[in-house]
């Protein structure tokens, strides 16, 4: 089971996959691939901050994914 | 003070925890009122950002910051505070009170920002420096 939490103003909104279920699977890559071209960075953060790595994809192995919206100069 | 909670029989870690916790929630409903942020987002955040910082978090409760070294420049750290510019510190080719300010682009809760500067400085600090402004 993995997640996707995309950062929003409501904090995140979440969108689980089962692995053994290949329509979650799918429907979690579209939203993926829908943030992903609006600009969204992605980041698997399976194993805490420490081990963090952005990723230009969804892998379905992964347990916790973020989507943040792009950063600009403050 | 100990005497007291000897008395009790309440261990002193769960009074500590616990008021730890509370000292959390009212600052936090004060930066929301303080921010316009709707506090239950906060909280989200807050929860979003306790699970990603592991034991980091407490750390973070207890100073009000958390430093990131540098993977580029040996030397450098960074210093994170909630809703702040990002102090550049420890290093002699920076000025003292070099702030560097960066924003996630939409709106987002506080603690979510935290975590992306945090994400960002971890995995690609570059593209970080690459888009932050110096602040004055």
């Known amino acids: 089971m993995g997640v996707l939490r995309v950062l929003c103003a409501l904090g995140d909104t979440k969108v689980e996959w089962d692995i053994d279920v290949e329509q979650t699977i799918r429907e979690a890559e579209r939203i ?6 609006r600009g969204y960075a992605s980041f ?3 194993d805490g901050l420490d081990k963090a790595e952005r990723i230009d994809r969804l892998d379905p192995k992964a347990r916790q994914i973020l989507q943040i919206p792009q950063i600009v100069g403050g | 003070m100990s005497n007291l909670l000897g008395f009790f029989k309440v261990p002193l870690r769960l009074v500590s925890n616990t008021s730890q916790r509370l000292r959390r929630a009212r600052l936090l409903k004060k930066d929301c009122e303080n921010t316009g942020w709707d506090v239950e987002a906060e909280q989200v955040a807050d929860r979003l950002l306790r699970d990603v910082l592991g034991d980091r978090y407490s750390e973070f409760q207890r100073l009000g910051y958390l430093d990131v070294r540098s993977r580029l420049f040996p030397d450098v750290v960074y210093r994170l505070r909630m809703a702040r510019p990002i102090e550049v510190r420890g290093v002699d080719r920076f000025p003292r009170q070099c702030r560097i300010c960066v924003v996630v682009g939409e709106r987002v809760p506080p603690s979510d920002e ?6 960002w400085l971890q995995t690609d600090e570059a593209r970080l420096l690459a888009v932050a402004n110096r602040v004055e």
């Open chain 1, 44 to 46: 698997r953060v399976d």
């Open chain 2, 114 to 119: 935290l975590l992306a500067k945090l994400l």
């Open chain 1, 32 to 37: 993926f691939s829908e943030n992903a071209a």
